[in-house]
């Protein structure tokens, strides 16, 4: 791979940003406590009772999951604006959208893919039953990559912004609750004995749709903020 | 060059718009009110009540205009964002952040009427079905373009991000529009429509139609009413917005 | 509103860098312009003036950063947009583009993965050149100032750009920190390539007369 090609713009800063989070590794385990914590405080709310925890599992856990990559959202590009590597990379000479891709995926790895690989252990804790764990993994796989590229459009019009913490959130949850319904409804469909490939197949009409466009529209969006 | 494009131009200067907005001001709110009487009249009097909600149902005729209007709004809001974020026409962002609030408003009534009229036909003040769902994620959105826009301190850099925004939000609309079709709700399915016969009787139809235009109107007479001051704020050194001041202060450099 | 003073430029052939009647206003009020220069290859101007007189917005507009109110700028005869900026320009802002948490390596390393790397040079003999020699693996947070500064610099060396826009260049630098910025532009120039650099006027350009633009700010 010759240096200062795409393919290899994208490789260094897939390598850089990995390198970046493993430096800080006990700051990227935040999410998944943050995800533990909050799934496990439900039994204590509603009591032990299998009937009751497993009918909200699914939702439950995918509420904590997108609750906990809301969490180091804000912190996408906040280090790179500050010390001015986000500048290098848009006056760079590669694709900024394809840049920035390679960040999101970045975020979907060290923050999602966790969540994900944790999911079981969730998923025991609030007793849902084995059936629907495929499914609820699935959901979970295609419903965390959309929450990075959506959320990534949101942070990119609010990056620079001192107190833009609740701001973020207000900005992406109406915009990714279409996702929370369908995965979350697939695994309550599965869990009762529907059919459930439906809503599995929209998440994945709209995760191929932003895999396209959210770069494109977070250049865009980083390009009005930084001017 | 075409008078019509050539007047479209001058609009879009803001000492223009200010006195055209201003000049027309008055008549829209007069329409406005006559008709908003008119219809509410209509609503309230010359409609026969429902053969099942008796007179509960009257409450539609704030309902139905205003949830048209929110998503009218929205519509407004995201076409004059497009243009402002395209062409850089200070105009169209002022316009498209004057209609956020309103649509908000509107949308926030919407939910707010709604719910009473459901207490007593449904027996609920709230249900999670599809239209009334996607319509508080429309309120939702609202709120994001209304605090994007008001978190940051650059005017024109606020109004791009926040027309940005209200562009990727614009999905929900159809969303919010088709939903009835779509999923099977609790929610009546549409009755008045734009093309061929309405399913609704004539007398309970022009009232409707009448607040309907009203809220247009009024609508648009808010949003020039809001971007008047906006264009104050915005222009506010410059030598068109001092020579609207009463001339009190002595003449400096 | 700043306005310009010029000294008249040696003639040559095609410019590396052309301003045509530059403006940049923020909300309607005026930073800088209308500008008209030209860059040739070999040239280093040097753009004096006081804070808030534009110098930092003018280096962004000519990189790209941010889109000129009006006028255009041209590389190598064709209008500067992103996306054509293949390899010619390097930005050296007043933020230095660094991670504090990675080592002068990890960051030379990544630096040439985006912008590739000129033949003959490697980033362990870059860091020696800047007298950095033993740092190489100590994360940037241990550093000083002036040290994450001629890493900086050292990527300017490794990088290859035609054109090279630096902000402050002197700024955190001792005297032979200073006298490595004066070294590294001759040597640009000689390879050919033109150089901008601000400055508050403070530290001169030591060896021969740069060209000068001065941006004044309106009494």
């Known amino acids: 791979m010759k240096p200062g090609s795409t393919s290899a713009a994208s490789f260094a800063l897939l390598r850089r940003d990995l390198l970046l989070v493993w430096r800080r590794r006990g700051d990227a385990l935040n999410p998944l406590l943050f995800a533990i914590i909050v799934v496990a405080l439900f039994p204590f709310a509603l009591g032990p009772e299998a009937a009751v925890l497993s009918r909200i599992a699914a939702g439950t856990i995918f509420v904590a999951v997108l609750l906990a990559m809301l969490l180091s959202l804000d912190a996408l590009f906040r280090s790179d604006l500050e010390d001015g590597s986000l500048e290098q990379l848009v006056v760079s000479p590669h694709p900024l959208a394809l840049l920035l891709g390679c960040k999101i995926l970045v975020h979907w790895m060290t923050t999602a893919l966790p969540l994900i690989v944790i999911a079981p252990l969730l998923a025991q804790l609030l007793q849902l039953p084995d059936k629907t764990l495929p499914v609820l993994l699935t959901a979970l796989a295609l419903a965390t990559p959309l929450l990075s590229l959506i959320g990534a459009v949101c942070v990119a019009l609010t990056v620079g912004m001192r107190r833009s913490g609740m701001l973020l959130t207000l900005l992406v949850l109406p915009l990714i609750v279409p996702a929370l319904i369908f995965g979350a409804g697939a695994c309550n469909a599965a869990q009762n004995g529907f059919a459930y490939s439906a809503p599995l197949l929209w998440l994945a009409a709209w995760l191929v749709l932003a895999l396209i466009l959210a770069p494109l529209a977070a250049a865009a969006a980083l390009k009005i903020s930084l001017t | 060059m075409n008078p019509l494009v050539l007047w479209f131009h001058k609009l879009g200067s803001p000492p223009y718009f200010y006195r055209f907005a201003g000049k027309w001001l008055p008549w829209l709110y007069a329409l406005a009110l006559i008709c908003g009487a008119v219809g509410l009249y209509g609503a309230l009097f010359t409609a026969p009540a429902d053969y099942q909600q008796g007179d509960s149902f009257r409450i539609m005729y704030v309902h139905v205009p205003c949830a048209w209007m929110g998503l009218f709004a929205y519509l407004f809001m995201a076409a004059n964002g497009f243009v402002g974020l395209v062409w850089r026409i200070k105009l169209s962002e002022t316009l498209a952040m004057a209609s956020a609030p309103v649509g908000a408003a509107f949308t926030f009534i919407t939910l707010v009427t709604g719910s009473l009229w459901g207490k007593p036909t449904w027996g609920t003040w709230w249900t999670w079905d599809a239209r009334l769902t996607s319509e508080l994620v429309l309120l939702f959105l609202y709120f994001g373009v209304i605090g994007l826009y008001h978190a940051i301190e650059d005017r024109r850099q606020a109004a791009r991000a926040a027309a940005f925004l209200a562009l990727i939000g614009i999905v929900n609309l159809p969303i919010v529009h088709y939903s009835v079709i779509w999923w099977n709700t609790l929610h009546q399915a549409q009755t008045v429509s734009l093309v061929g016969p309405s399913k609704i009787a004539p007398s309970m139809l022009w009232p409707l139609l009448t607040l309907a235009f009203a809220t247009h109107v009024y609508f648009f007479a808010s949003v020039l009413a809001r971007s008047r001051v906006a264009l104050l704020e915005l222009e506010s050194g410059k030598d068109w917005v001092r020579a609207l001041l009463p001339a009190t202060e002595t003449p400096h450099d | 509103m700043s306005s310009i003073q010029t000294e008249p430029a040696p003639l040559e052939s095609a410019p590396l860098l052309q301003a045509q009647s530059l403006r ?87 630096a040439t993965g985006i912008g590739g790397i000129r033949p003959g040079i490697t980033p362990h003999l870059a860091l020696a050149s800047v007298g950095l020699e033993g740092f190489e693996d100590a994360p940037l947070r241990t550093l000083s100032a002036g040290q994450r500064k001629r890493v900086a610099l050292a990527r300017l060396l490794l990088v290859p750009a035609a054109l090279w826009l630096l902000d402050e260049p002197y700024a955190n630098l001792d005297r032979g920190g200073i006298d490595l910025v004066n070294r590294l532009l001759e040597h640009h120039a000689r390879r050919g390539g033109a150089a901008l650099i601000t400055s508050h006027g403070a530290y001169a350009f030591t060896s021969g007369t740069p060209r000068r633009l001065a941006l004044k700010t309106a009494a």
């Open chain 3, 24 to 110: 940049f206003a923020r909300n309607d009020e005026a930073i800088f312009g209308p500008l008209d220069f030209s860059l040739h290859a070999g040239e280093t101007v040097l753009i004096e003036g006081d804070n808030g007189s534009g110098k930092t917005t003018l280096l962004k507009v000519l990189s790209g950063l941010l889109e000129a109110t009006s006028g255009s700028v041209l590389l190598h005869g064709t209008p500067l947009t992103l996306a054509k900026l293949s390899h010619q320009v390097a930005l050296l802002g007043h933020l230095l583009g660094l991670k504090l948490e990675l080592s002068a390596l990890e960051n030379l390393r990544f």
